[in-house]
């Protein structure tokens, strides 16, 4: 089936760690997208991608990292730098011209 | 900065009743509306798509129109049914916006109470 794969569903990270989360799309779109949410918040951008080797920080990307080097894959690393990295983590992709998104499952990452 | 409202937060209402749920813009060079619809834990599921040059969409019971002028879109879910309790989502793609973002509203929460 065509569609946005986010794993691990559930990812626990200790203090000064960083994890990876990942996120793969068979929908052969170009651009990929990571959003977090936090209660009371909405959803905000921490990093997108429009093409392979390329991608943009959003609005909330100090402590994140991001790579595009296949199509199909954009994986996002929380890194020890982001002081409160606790939230529901999103991928999207969407499909150039009407632009409509998809999303993933999430991922819900828990600093233990 | 483009800014999306939603009002109310929440809101409850008994089995078979229509819902009305509303999405505000403060800038209207948008690209296109997009409404989803989010269950607890879970990611987002995409419900209509509105282009700027259309003023509504339809699927099913579901039915989304738009006003660019005024800033608003609409999402009426005709004879709700309990199925229906879930968070609903507006969001909006800027004309010529840098990697075609989506700027979200913060959600309407709803009960639809058997």
């Known amino acids: 089936d065509g569609g946005i794969t986010q794993s691990p569903k559930y990812l626990f990270r200790k203090e000064g760690q960083n994890v990876t989360l990942s996120c793969e799309q068979n929908l052969n779109h170009d651009a990929m997208y990571w959003y977090r949410q936090d209660p009371g918040q909405g959803l905000r951008l921490i990093y997108y991608?429009?093409?392979?080797?390329?991608?943009q920080k959003g609005d909330i990307a100090e402590g994140y990292s991001v790579s595009r080097e296949k199509k199909e894959s954009f994986p996002l690393t929380v890194t020890s730098a982001q002081k409160n990295p606790t939230a529901f983590y999103l991928c999207?992709?969407?499909?150039?011209?009407?632009?409509?998104?998809?999303f993933g499952q999430g991922t819900r990452l828990t600093v233990v | 900065k483009q800014e999306v409202t939603q009002i109310p937060a929440a809101l409850s209402v008994p089995e078979g009743e229509n819902l009305v749920l509303n999405c505000s813009f403060t800038?209207?060079?948008?690209?296109?509306l997009q409404w989803f619809r989010q269950d607890p834990g879970k990611g987002l599921t995409s419900l209509l798509l509105?282009?700027?040059?259309?003023r509504e969409q339809t699927s099913g019971r579901l039915n989304a129109s738009l006003d660019k002028s005024s800033g608003r879109s609409t999402l009426y879910i005709a004879a709700s049914q309990p199925g229906d309790s879930a968070t609903y989502l507006c969001a909006v793609i800027m004309i010529k916006a840098a990697g075609n973002k989506l700027t979200f509203g913060g959600g309407t929460r709803v009960l639809v109470k058997p």
């Open positions: 999207a992709s969407s499909v150039q011209g009407a632009f409509e998104a998809f």
């Open positions: 800038d209207s060079a948008i690209y296109n």
């Open positions: 991608s429009q093409i392979v080797n390329d991608f």
């Open positions: 509105i282009q700027s040059s259309q």
